[in-house]
């Protein structure tokens, strides 16, 4: 068994979406060997590898802390996208070569994995509303890509809607294309975003 680490790494540099707060820290106590160490940080609930619920969007939606965790975990199918090239969008009709099945959890491994995850770049690669309506038509559990974003509001408003779970900033760039178990679990917090750590396991 192996075990792909897709979570983006959180430091003072990382990679934030536009206008969205990044992640800063500072320690409280720092004086071992006698005492011990203790730091607070602070970070956007969008930055990072992260879950976005319902709530989200909707002020009835459900908080990370209300979602079903049995969409969490399981059968992952990792699509090689790298084709669309910058500025273009995954739709209905990229989805369809794909052998996509109901409660599979579905990630998008785009040439967004081939950016230098310093710069965000405004022609990034993004799920379309007619792909969104697609995956919803299968029953899916979840989505993910390689990006802080999957998309404008109506790509969000298709899935959210439907408690598609969305994995944002997911890190696909040393894994391969193919069939994994994935395992997303956010942090238990009752917001519209969760902070995830999110692998990918080859038994």
């Known amino acids: 068994m192996k075990i792909y ?42 930055t990072g590898t992260h879950l976005d619920s319902s709530f989200h969007l909707f002020d009835d939606g459900k908080k990370i802390d209300q979602i079903d965790l049995n969409k969490c975990y399981g059968n992952a199918s990792l699509l090689d996208l790298q084709e669309i090239p910058f500025g273009g969008s995954i739709t209905e009709k990229d989805l369809l070569k794909f052998q996509i099945k109901k409660n599979d959890i579905i990630l998008f491994k785009t040439r967004n994995s081939k950016t230098d995850y310093e710069t965000f770049r405004d022609d990034y690669i993004y799920l379309s509303k007619d792909g969104a309506k697609y995956l919803y038509k299968i029953g899916i559990k979840a989505v993910g890509i390689d990006c802080l974003t999957i998309g404008p509001r109506e790509t969000h408003v298709e899935l959210l809607s439907k408690e598609i779970l969305v994995y944002e900033g997911l890190d696909l760039r040393l894994v391969k294309p193919g069939k994994y178990i994935f395992s997303g679990f956010p942090i238990k917090v009752s917001l519209e975003g969760g902070l995830t750590r999110a692998v990918l396991i080859k038994e």
């Open 5 to 46: 680490d897709i979570s983006m790494a959180i430091d003072e540099k990382m990679l934030t979406y536009p206008g969205d707060p990044g992640f800063s820290f500072k320690f409280i106590k720092k004086n071992p060997p006698e005492n011990w160490n203790l730091s607070f940080f602070s970070i956007g609930t969008h």
